[in-house]
């Protein structure tokens, strides 16, 4: 059973950073992708930044190079660094991980398994 658990959320002033970390477990091959997604209560869960197998990442616009996505196999862990944050980065961030395609999709239905989330508040 693969479980993801996101830790490392907080409170922070804006242009503030936050390190969040996703420990990942119950697996016997890397997953294809894993990503960090996030949701706003009333809005739809929206991709941040995502990393494939190959290590290879990508990131959406509004990220505008303040974040950095990276996963230490090793230690089944995945990393979201975030820098230089906005109040409309605030939201439950979710680690996301699947087995299924060979390419990173943004879309939240491509992704199989799911943490339970972590809060990020950014104050003005």
Same mark, same amino acid.
């Given at each position: 059973?693969?479980?993801?658990?996101?830790?490392?959320?907080g #409170?922070v002033? @804006?242009?503030?950073?936050?390190?969040l970390? /996703?420990a @990942?477990?119950?697996?016997?091959?890397?997953?294809? /992708?894993? @990503?960090?997604?996030?949701?706003?209560?009333?809005?739809?869960?929206?991709?941040?930044?995502?990393? !494939?197998?190959t290590? =290879?990442?990508?990131? $959406? !616009?509004?990220?505008?190079?303040?974040f950095?996505?990276?996963? !230490?196999?090793?230690?089944?862990?995945?990393?979201?660094?975030?820098? =230089?944050?906005?109040?409309? !980065?605030? @939201?439950?961030?979710? /680690?996301a %991980?699947? +087995?299924? +395609?060979?390419? /990173?999709? #943004?879309a939240? $239905?491509? +992704?199989?398994y799911?943490?339970?989330?972590?809060?990020?508040?950014? %104050? =003005?």
């Open positions: 059973q693969v479980q993801l658990v996101e830790s490392g959320g #409170s002033q @804006a242009g503030g950073s936050l390190r970390s /996703c @990942a477990s119950g697996y016997t091959r890397d997953p294809n /992708c894993m @990503a960090w997604f996030r949701q706003v209560p009333g809005k739809k869960r929206e991709g941040v930044a995502y990393i !494939d197998i290590g =290879s990442s990508s990131y $959406e !616009d509004f990220v505008e190079g303040r950095t996505i990276s996963q !230490d196999s090793a230690k089944r862990t995945l990393y979201l660094q975030m820098n =230089s944050l906005k109040p409309e !980065d605030t @939201a439950k961030y979710y /680690c %991980a699947h +087995f299924s +395609f060979s390419r /990173c999709y #943004s939240p $239905e491509s +992704f199989t799911w943490g339970q989330g972590t809060q990020v508040t950014v %104050a =003005s």
